[in-house]
């Protein structure tokens, strides 16, 4: 099945400091998610990317969806205590019925 | 944004019982729901694909007789755990999807079900 690679798979990081975390695949993506999940819940949805090249904000939050668009970078700036959590990214191929998720990037901010 | 129910949150059950999970799409209709098994520390793992008024699409390596599964509405889907073992014990999420009626489709997923086989 597709595969999706996703970097770094943790990442331990001071309060305030800016975060960056992509997915790449071998495969052409039509679109990008990026989802937060925190401890015993299910993720939720951050940011949509639909075409090649777009940079979308949430907040402090930056995605791009890449000229490639064989991948996709998030960063967090300024991050703060409560953007810690596992970040996931997703890719759904052209017409297909389902999304790829990556391995995820856990991500942990000292106060 | 769009919500996704799941109920129960969480549920502890005997072996050989089965357990019936609800996933409700809130705010939109769904064209499509997915279910997923979460173990800690990984990623999501899809187990199957359903669309309403059809036969679910299982993932290789997922038992069909052991996960039941159905979409009685484009508002919800049911996943059944049937004669549960302690292996099954996971977290499961599912998750709808919806969109704008163009190609801009998006994934929204409930708050997961922590399941407890004793």
């Known amino acids: 099945g597709q595969q999706l690679n996703q970097s770094p798979q943790s990442m331990f990081i001071q309060e305030g400091e800016d975060v960056s975390m992509n997915c790449t695949s071998s495969s052409i993506f039509n679109t990008w998610l990026w989802y937060k999940q925190d401890p015993g819940e299910g993720p939720v949805l951050l940011i949509a990317?639909?075409?090649?090249?777009e940079l979308t904000s949430n907040g402090r939050l930056t995605a791009q969806f890449g000229i490639t668009r064989k991948d996709s970078f998030l960063n967090i700036s300024a991050s703060i205590p409560s953007d810690v959590g596992i970040y996931f990214c997703a890719g759904m191929l052209y017409n297909f019925n389902k999304f790829y998720f990556g391995s995820g990037t856990k991500l942990n901010v000292k106060p | 944004g769009a919500v996704v129910s799941q109920h129960p949150s969480r549920v502890i059950c005997k072996s050989g019982t089965s357990v019936k999970i609800e996933c409700r799409s809130l705010d939109f209709q769904a064209t499509t729901m997915f279910w997923y098994r979460q173990f800690p520390k990984q990623s999501l793992m899809l187990m199957a694909t359903s669309n309403e008024g059809s036969k679910a699409t299982y993932e290789q390596g997922v038992e069909k007789d052991k996960f039941l599964i159905n979409h009685a509405s484009l508002t919800l889907s049911t996943l059944t755990v049937t004669s549960a073992h302690p292996e099954d014990s996971s977290f499961y999420i599912c998750?709808?999807?919806?969109?704008?009626?163009?190609?801009?489709?998006?994934?929204?997923f409930g708050p997961g079900t922590r399941l407890l086989v004793l």
């Open positions: 990317l639909y075409k090649a090249g």
């Open positions: 998750s709808a999807r919806g969109g704008l009626g163009n190609s801009q489709e998006t994934q929204y």
